[in-house]
Structure formats: C-alpha cells, structure tokens
C-alpha cells in the first residue's frame, strides 16, 4: 500500500498546453508540498500546504496553481506548458511535532516526469 | 539567502572503503538535519537523521554534526556497490513556516 502516490508517473505534451498532476497520502500527515528537481538533479521547492492552507509558495510562476481539497490531497495544474516546465515533480508529506515545528522527515511520491516538446 | 552547500561529486570510492559526504549551511539557527538517498530514476528516502552535536550511528552509517561549524557530514562503512547514489543533505528550520531546504546533492560512486 503506497503511502505518497502520484499519478501520472510520465506525461509527455506541447508547449502550450495544459496538464494537472495529482497526489495523494495515507499516512495521517498534515504537510504536503510539490518539489521540482530539473536535470541537474537540483531539489527545489515549490509549495507547501498545512492541512489544506498554502504555507510556503515559492517565487512559481502563476501558470502553476496547487489545490488540496483535503489534507491527505494536493494535486498541482499547470497551464501554458513551456520547454523549461520538464523537470521531475515530486509530491511529498511530513507531519509536525506536537509543537508544531516541521520534522523533517519527508516522504516522497515516485515522481511525475513531465516532458513539454 | 539560506544555503545548504554539498560537493556535487562525483565521488569515487573502492568497495569496502569508508565514504564521507559533507554538507554545510547557512543559517545558524536551523533545528535538524537529514540525510536523503536518492537512486537514478527514483524518489529520495530518508536513510539518517541527527538533532544534536555529535555523532549518530544506524548501521554502517553515521551521521555527524557540528553546529558551531555548522557543518554536517555522512559517513558510509563498508562501502558497497548498492550505495552508488546520490545523497542529498536536508536543513529544517527553526520557523516552522519557513522551508526545509535541499543541498544539490552528491553523486557517490562506488567502484567494486
């Protein structure tokens, strides 16, 4: 039983276009964020929810829109695809301490490999 | 700027060898630190966490911390051909509204 699913794994498309990804967790956990790591294999976030509020959204362009419908959920859309948008976008959960401070213990999807031509 | 800083490798080590992966970062204030695998092709998996100074052993690795340096480092006893990866250093911060940050990761290759 999977705990951070992420569907699809591959998704080939045009520039122009527009593509969603979704995520799911069944581990309890009340953090989910969307990570992009490009060819250089560099990690970088892009947002993160807290039990469906967006906590950190990092300098995205607007194109990118994340939506958790509930806190085991966040699915992430993508509109007007450009060349720079392939990359591999990680889906991962984490919980807080009971003071509410990050663990950082991070688990991660499998990975949507997304290739705009 | 927060930064975590790693060597992007790749790092060659014979088989049996001890490997040492090192990190540091910027912001003197951040709570813990981890350590993530990650195969080619895979997603990354928590393998090493540490909180305090010192050195933490799970298996054939230790992790070891020194905040005042603020460095921290991995070591890999018996080095295996199964470790060849990428290992990526993760800082969290002391804001629990701020973000956990990645280091670029270091390619480990270990060489049977």
């Known amino acids: 039983d999977t705990a951070v699913s992420q569907t699809p794994k591959y998704l080939v498309t045009q520039m122009g276009n527009d593509k969603s990804i979704k995520c799911e967790q069944n581990?309890?956990?009340?953090?989910m964020y969307w990570y992009k790591q490009d060819s250089k294999k560099f990690l970088k976030i892009m947002f993160s929810?807290?039990?469906?509020?967006?906590?950190i959204n990092e300098t995205v362009p607007n194109r990118f829109s994340p939506k958790s419908p509930d806190k085991a959920h966040l699915n992430l859309h993508i509109n007007s695809l450009e060349l720079g948008d392939s990359a591999v976008y990680f889906c991962?959960?984490?919980?807080?301490?009971?003071?509410?401070?990050?663990?950082?213990?991070?688990?991660f999807g499998e990975g949507s490999r997304l290739t705009v031509l | 700027q927060k930064e975590v800083e790693q060597n992007s490798g790749p790092l060659s080590v014979p088989e049996g060898a001890i490997a040492s992966l090192n990190c540091t970062y910027s912001?003197?204030?951040?709570?813990?630190f981890f350590w993530y695998r990650q195969y080619s092709g895979k997603s990354p998996e928590l393998i090493m966490s540490?909180?305090?100074?010192g050195d933490k052993e799970d298996g054939r690795f230790t992790a070891q911390l020194n905040k005042a340096s603020q460095y921290v480092s991995l070591l890999i006893r018996d080095s295996q051909p199964s470790d060849s990866a990428t290992y990526l250093c993760a800082v969290t911060p002391l804001n629990r509204d701020d973000k956990i940050i990645f280091g670029k990761g270091t390619r480990l290759h270990i060489l049977p």
């Open positions: 912001d003197r204030v951040s709570q813990s």
């Open positions: 929810y807290n039990n469906k509020e967006l906590i």
């Open positions: 540490i909180y305090s100074n």
């Open positions: 991962a959960s984490s919980q807080v301490d009971s003071w509410g401070d990050h663990t950082g213990e991070l688990f």
């Open positions: 581990l309890g956990h009340d953090t």
